[in-house]
């Protein structure tokens, strides 16, 4: 069963309090042992507790919001642990914070479902504050006991019930029940919870939330006109910034996605995950020297943390092999090997690992060592883990082994199969010839494999054109196995699916598709994001089994 306050009473809780000044923090602790919390824990620095928390389980956590000898911030703790889901739905979060601030820690404070309280308060408020949360969560139990059960259809339903019947606590139900939407992939549905909770109460989320569905949606412009909308009002929601990146991203519109998630850092300066999206996409756009110094401050914060990408490291390692830094070298090699070690699911990290390997093998001038981490590498190029972060740490590693040492046998055929499978957009390709030293001149190559995918889609269309719908699918389907290319088996299902009662043998066709699609079909590229279970900015940190479990996981 789903742990909640009525299984575990006040006197067996385990609560933390994260304050900086220890008169502060003295008091606070003896407030949480009158209310008859007999296992209160301590600390003084946001890192400490980030440590903390990602280890132990706490019931309940008393943070202060600002640190006068710590650049972090307990709302940039709030929202790295719930991005990456780190903060149990059972755990009870209270922000303190002066009043001065408190719009800004409103919002965050709502995004974890929990509480805030403003400063000067008494010991009966904060019990109030405690309480009421608790409370908060065992009516919404059912819910959470469904997620945990994986019936989210049933989840949905009682979210939707109690949003209609405007029963206690139905905003943050409504919340939830959108999340759980989006995540069916049920856009339309989620849109319109979301509009409705916009006319019932105006709330940020929500407004969010439409943008989030549009972009799922497809819709890139509309939610960039919702995103602006709503930062028009609101320019210090780093929420939407994030979102706003991601849908800029996905266009190939770089530049502006670059501003845009340097407003997010601005505003959250010392959040991992947004050091990691902004430096990664800084490094790749050009601006290195930038990217690598937000990149070593993610690194110096939470190399060790849930939070943490490795890939990074992989970035790091290349820099410090082109500026000949052995030393920076090496100790890219240690931290990764370390965390493939401690890894549940070592494959990406293997990947990664092997790169770095490759990278040190090249500085020690180890060509031959070189080439058969590179071989190693090539010979998954036609798996479905093999990804586009995978292609990029290829190339990058390709093009200095070829400044270096020559490339190993197949080295152009590798080029032209990534070319294929992976130019499913223009942005694509354009951002696979990021990760590509000029001098290679492989760059074209990219793109006229792009090029040619495109032509050999618009061939296979064109006989539909002249009514064999039949013959578009077969021809996608085929060219589809033959590179892997995600967009055209996507394709292929477009035009089955629009043609299907005119099509005899659709049902093999779909068969076939839909294997291909679970292995290949389009997947977006991610910046920063260590698990595929990071929460979407703007959206909720819903439990998973191993989250409520409280057992620790290492992203793969």
Same mark, same amino acid.
């Given at each position: 069963?789903?742990?909640?306050?009525?299984?575990?009473?006040?006197?067996?809780?385990?609560?933390?309090?994260?304050?900086?000044?220890?008169?502060?923090?003295?008091?606070?602790?003896?407030?949480?042992?009158?209310?008859?919390?007999?296992?209160?824990?301590?600390?003084?620095?946001?890192?400490?507790?980030?440590?903390?928390?990602?280890?132990?389980?706490?019931?309940?956590?008393?943070?202060?919001?600002? $640190?006068?000898?710590?650049?972090?911030?307990? /709302?940039?703790?709030?929202?790295?642990?719930?991005?990456?889901?780190?903060?149990? $739905?059972?755990?009870? $979060?209270?922000?303190?914070?002066?009043?001065?601030?408190?719009?800004? *820690?409103?919002?965050?404070?709502?995004?974890?479902?929990?509480?805030?309280?403003?400063?000067?308060?008494?010991?009966?408020?904060?019990?109030?504050?405690?309480? /009421?949360?608790?409370?908060?969560?065992?009516?919404?139990?059912?819910?959470?006991?469904?997620?945990?059960?994986?019936?989210?259809?049933?989840?949905?339903?009682?979210?939707?019930?109690? #949003?209609?019947?405007?029963?206690?606590?139905?905003?943050?139900?409504? @919340?939830?029940?959108?999340?759980?939407?989006?995540?069916?992939?049920?856009?339309?549905?989620?849109?319109?919870?979301?509009?409705?909770?916009?006319?019932?109460?105006?709330?940020?989320?929500?407004?969010?939330?439409?943008?989030?569905?549009?972009?799922?949606?497809?819709?890139?412009?509309?939610?960039? +006109?919702?995103? /602006?909308?709503?930062?028009?009002?609101?320019?210090?929601?780093?929420?939407?910034?994030?979102?706003?990146?991601?849908?800029?991203?996905?266009?190939?519109?770089?530049?502006?996605?670059?501003?845009? #998630?340097?407003?997010?850092?601005?505003?959250?300066?010392?959040?991992?995950?947004? %050091?990691?999206?902004?430096?990664?996409?800084?490094?790749?756009?050009?601006?290195?020297?930038?990217?690598?110094?937000?990149?070593?401050?993610?690194?110096?914060?939470?190399?060790?943390?849930?939070?943490?990408?490795?890939?990074?490291?992989?970035?790091?390692?290349?820099?410090?092999?082109?500026?000949?830094?052995?030393?920076?070298?090496?100790?890219?090699?240690? /931290?990764? +090997? =370390?965390?493939?070690?401690?890894?549940?699911?070592?494959?990406?990290?293997?990947?990664? %690992?092997?790169?770095?390997?490759?990278?040190?093998?090249?500085?020690?001038?180890?060509?031959?060592?070189?080439?058969?981490?590179?071989?190693?590498?090539?010979?998954?190029? @036609?798996?479905?883990?093999?990804?586009?972060?995978?292609?990029?740490?290829?190339?990058?590693?390709?093009?200095?082994?070829?400044?270096?040492?020559?490339?190993?046998?197949?080295?152009?055929?590798?080029?032209?199969?990534?070319?294929? @499978?992976?130019?499913?957009?223009?942005?694509?390709?354009?951002?696979?010839?990021?990760?590509?030293?000029?001098?290679?001149?492989?760059?074209?190559?990219?793109?006229?494999?792009?090029?040619?995918?495109?032509?050999?889609?618009?061939?296979?269309?064109?006989?539909?054109?002249?009514?064999?719908?039949?013959?578009?699918?077969?021809?996608?389907?085929?060219?589809?196995?033959?590179?892997?290319?995600?967009?055209?088996?996507?394709?292929?299902?477009?035009?089955?699916?629009?043609?299907?009662? =005119?099509?005899?043998?659709?049902?093999?066709?779909?068969?076939?598709?839909?294997?291909?699609?679970?292995?290949?079909?389009?997947?977006?590229?991610?910046?920063?994001?260590?698990?595929?279970?990071? =929460?979407?900015?703007?959206? *909720?940190?819903?439990?998973?089994?191993?989250?409520?479990?409280?057992?620790? *996981?290492?992203?793969?």
């Amino acid at each position: 069963m789903l742990p909640h306050a009525t299984h575990n009473p006040l006197h067996e809780c385990q609560a933390l309090v994260v304050e900086g000044n220890p008169q502060c923090r003295a008091i606070l602790v003896a407030q949480m042992r009158e209310l008859g919390i007999a296992g209160v824990h301590q600390c003084a620095r946001v890192s400490d507790a980030r440590r903390k928390l990602e280890h132990n389980r706490f019931d309940i956590v008393i943070c202060e919001q600002f $640190f006068e000898r710590d650049s972090q911030t307990g /709302q940039e703790l709030l929202d790295d642990l719930r991005r990456n889901q780190i903060l149990p $739905f059972s755990t009870v $979060f209270v922000m303190l914070t002066a009043e001065a601030s408190y719009s800004r *820690v409103a919002e965050a404070a709502e995004s974890a479902l929990d509480a805030y309280l403003l400063k000067p308060h008494t010991g009966a408020r904060l019990t109030e504050r405690i309480l /009421q949360a608790r409370r908060r969560k065992v009516a919404l139990q059912a819910i959470f006991q469904a997620i945990d059960d994986q019936d989210h259809q049933r989840a949905a339903d009682l979210c939707m019930a109690r #949003f209609q019947a405007r029963a206690p606590y139905w905003l943050y139900a409504a @919340r939830i029940g959108a999340e759980l939407l989006l995540r069916a992939g049920r856009i339309p549905d989620a849109l319109g919870l979301y509009e409705a909770v916009i006319q019932a109460k105006t709330v940020p989320w929500a407004r969010l939330g439409v943008a989030r569905a549009q972009l799922e949606d497809g819709q890139h412009a509309k939610a960039l +006109t919702t995103l /602006q909308s709503l930062l028009q009002e609101d320019n210090a929601y780093a929420d939407a910034y994030d979102l706003m990146g991601r849908a800029q991203f996905e266009q190939g519109h770089f530049d502006a996605a670059l501003n845009t #998630f340097e407003m997010a850092t601005r505003l959250t300066p010392n959040s991992i995950t947004r %050091l990691l999206k902004h430096g990664m996409l800084a490094y790749y756009s050009g601006d290195r020297a930038n990217g690598l110094d937000l990149l070593e401050k993610a690194t110096r914060l939470g190399v060790d943390s849930k939070m943490y990408d490795p890939q990074a490291l992989v970035l790091l390692a290349m820099a410090a092999l082109d500026n000949n830094d052995h030393r920076k070298l090496m100790r890219c090699v240690a /931290q990764l +090997t =370390r965390l493939y070690e401690r890894s549940f699911e070592p494959e990406r990290p293997r990947r990664l %690992l092997l790169v770095v390997q490759a990278l040190n093998a090249l500085q020690h001038r180890q060509h031959a060592q070189a080439r058969d981490c590179t071989e190693t590498l090539m010979a998954d190029l @036609r798996s479905p883990e093999f990804d586009v972060e995978s292609a990029c740490n290829l190339l990058g590693l390709m093009g200095r082994l070829l400044h270096r040492g020559g490339l190993p046998h197949h080295g152009d055929a590798a080029i032209d199969t990534i070319a294929l @499978r992976f130019g499913t957009s223009r942005a694509l390709s354009e951002w696979l010839s990021k990760a590509i030293p000029e001098e290679t001149g492989w760059r074209e190559r990219l793109g006229a494999g792009y090029a040619e995918i495109v032509q050999r889609s618009a061939s296979a269309m064109r006989l539909s054109l002249k009514g064999d719908p039949s013959g578009t699918v077969t021809q996608l389907l085929r060219e589809g196995q033959a590179t892997l290319n995600g967009k055209l088996i996507e394709t292929a299902q477009q035009v089955l699916l629009r043609y299907r009662d =005119r099509i005899p043998d659709a049902d093999t066709l779909e068969v076939e598709i839909q294997a291909l699609r679970g292995a290949y079909g389009v997947r977006h590229l991610k910046l920063g994001d260590p698990s595929a279970n990071a =929460r979407a900015p703007g959206g *909720v940190a819903l439990p998973t089994p191993s989250v409520m479990r409280g057992e620790t *996981v290492i992203p793969a």
